[in-house]
């Protein structure tokens, strides 16, 4: 890589944008991008024109010799891109207000990326991002593409698998984790560490020290725990802390209080108020703020969105990749041995020292017994939900869906595979063309 770097954004309308904008322009000494290209498709080009807009300002307010390039043209946003983002939402808040809503017709948690709606979301996304990464093959060979597209981890494994180019998964929950530890011992980030393991929204913290002592005992008698905006705040079960001796994610509240978080969404959806719903109410008042032509930089307001602090960890990410830093950060590879109970090839969120050739993940130190088997089954689920993606095939969907968790009947699943199928119809022909067959 020469000194003029290149960034091609796919789903560059996203309302996330400002804050990758804001990420470049801050790392900009040490991470000199030259041109940055924001692409979206034809049904995003008005939230595109109006994001760009904003960069172009945010850009022209820094001083800085960067370009901002808005297309819709996504093989000339690629052709000699050094690092490509993408932040794509594979039909729009429309299709995740399905995700949301089908599945508690059935009695199942509906969410976006676990579970019945995170697989409806998974078999829309991963052909799509297996065109980009076939576009990339051609195009920017050399390009390292960060995918913080949910659900990430499963997305991240499909483009492994399935293609040649090199590809990081991330998400924002492990960078939420730091700052929430850093404003609650009132530290900054930088003296804390922690330890995580698992899958992508399915991880553990198992150690968590600061100055290198310890401070876990004390942080599992805090059942409020690290959460976000887009997950009920029920406290943690105080035995089950004590016994896992692990902070779990917040997204295990879906496994560990499913009943509870299931009769919630079941009620928030009867007043229309799904997660869908605020999040695009939320993006609304967003992209008017953002058409301010007086505005010339990220809105406090956009972190109040769930996947808030996604681009720092990308800027984060490709100054490491780019400096050879060999700092640590939490992301999705491939699991290589780490986790012992797992396939070679299976996409884990561990910690990683980033290096120019790649992240190389560290060894996990010790994980709770008692969620191996929990992990193991959502790994089957999701190795299936990427098969039956890349195929097309409904008999594995079905299967996929029979060994989450979270899906308590095959036959309540199969009439709702059915249903989900059908309404995505537009977004999934590779299960169309299957029966034509």
């Known amino acids: 890589m020469d000194q003029r770097l290149k960034v091609a954004v796919i789903g560059g309308g996203s309302s996330y944008t400002p804050e990758l904008i804001e990420g470049i322009i801050q790392n900009y000494s040490t991470f000199p991008v030259s041109e940055i290209v924001?692409?979206?498709?034809?049904?995003?080009?008005?939230?595109?024109?109006?994001?760009?807009?904003?960069?172009?300002?945010?850009?022209?307010?820094?001083?800085?010799?960067?370009?901002?390039?808005?297309?819709?043209?996504?093989?000339?946003?690629?052709?000699?891109a050094d690092f490509v983002s993408t932040q794509m939402r594979i039909g729009m808040l429309e299709a995740r207000g399905w995700d949301e809503t089908i599945p508690l017709k059935y009695g199942m948690i509906g969410q976006e990326t676990t579970g019945p709606g995170g697989m409806m979301k998974a078999l829309r996304t991963?052909?799509?991002?297996?065109?980009?990464?076939?576009?990339?093959?051609?195009?920017?060979?050399?390009?390292?593409?960060?995918?913080?597209?949910?659900?990430?981890?499963?997305?991240?494994?499909?483009?492994?698998?399935?293609?040649?180019?090199?590809?990081?998964?991330?998400c924002n929950s492990p960078i939420a984790a730091y700052k929430w530890l850093s404003s609650l011992y009132e530290v900054p980030a930088d003296r804390i560490y922690c330890e995580f393991a698992g899958l992508n929204h399915l991880h553990f913290i198992s150690k968590i020290t600061i100055d290198g002592e310890s401070k876990l005992p004390e942080l599992l008698?805090?059942?409020?725990?690290?959460?976000?905006?887009?997950?009920?705040?029920?406290?943690?079960?105080?035995?089950?802390?004590?016994?896992?001796?692990?902070?779990?994610?917040?997204?295990?509240?879906?496994?560990?209080?499913?009943?509870?978080?299931?009769?919630?969404q079941q009620v928030a959806a009867a007043k229309g108020e799904t997660r869908a719903e605020i999040v695009k109410r939320l993006e609304d008042e967003l992209f008017e703020l953002y058409q301010d032509v007086n505005?010339?930089?990220?809105?406090?307001?956009l972190e109040q969105r769930g996947g808030a602090y996604y681009s720092e960890a990308a800027v984060r990410l490709m100054n490491s990749l780019y400096n050879n830093s060999g700092d640590i950060q939490t992301l999705n590879v491939a699991n290589q041995g780490i986790l012992d109970f797992l396939p070679d090839d299976a996409c884990i969120e561990v910690n990683c020292k980033v290096l120019k050739d790649g992240p190389v993940p560290m060894p996990v130190t010790w994980i709770p017994?008692?969620?191996?088997?929990?992990?193991?089954?959502?790994?089957?689920?999701?190795?299936?939900?990427?098969?039956?993606?890349?195929?097309?095939?409904?008999?594995?969907?079905?299967?996929?869906?029979?060994?989450?968790?979270?899906?308590?009947?095959?036959?309540?699943?199969?009439a709702m595979l059915n249903e989900m199928l059908e309404k995505n119809k537009a977004y999934l022909p590779q299960f169309f063309q299957h029966i034509a067959q």
């Open 38 to 80: 924001l692409v979206d498709i034809q049904e995003g080009l008005r939230k595109l024109t109006i994001v760009g807009q904003l960069a172009k300002r945010m850009v022209a307010k820094s001083g800085l010799p960067i370009e901002v390039k808005l297309t819709l043209d996504r093989r000339s946003a690629l052709a000699g």
């Open 126 to 170: 991963i052909p799509v991002l297996l065109e980009i990464a076939k576009d990339m093959e051609e195009l920017c060979p050399d390009a390292w593409l960060l995918n913080f597209t949910n659900p990430a981890g499963m997305v991240t494994e499909a483009i492994t698998k399935h293609s040649k180019i090199k590809s990081i998964g991330l």
């Open 221 to 264: 008698a805090n059942r409020d725990g690290y959460s976000a905006r887009n997950v009920p705040q029920y406290e943690w079960n105080a035995s089950l802390l004590r016994s896992l001796g692990a902070i779990p994610s917040y997204y295990l509240k879906y496994f560990y209080l499913h009943r509870e978080i299931l009769a919630e």
């Open 295 to 301: 505005l010339a930089e990220k809105p406090k307001q």
């Open 369 to 414: 017994p008692a969620v191996k088997g929990l992990i193991h089954a959502v790994k089957t689920y999701e190795q299936l939900a990427i098969e039956a993606a890349v195929s097309g095939s409904r008999d594995t969907a079905l299967t996929a869906l029979a060994h989450h968790p979270l899906v308590p009947s095959v036959n309540d699943a199969e």
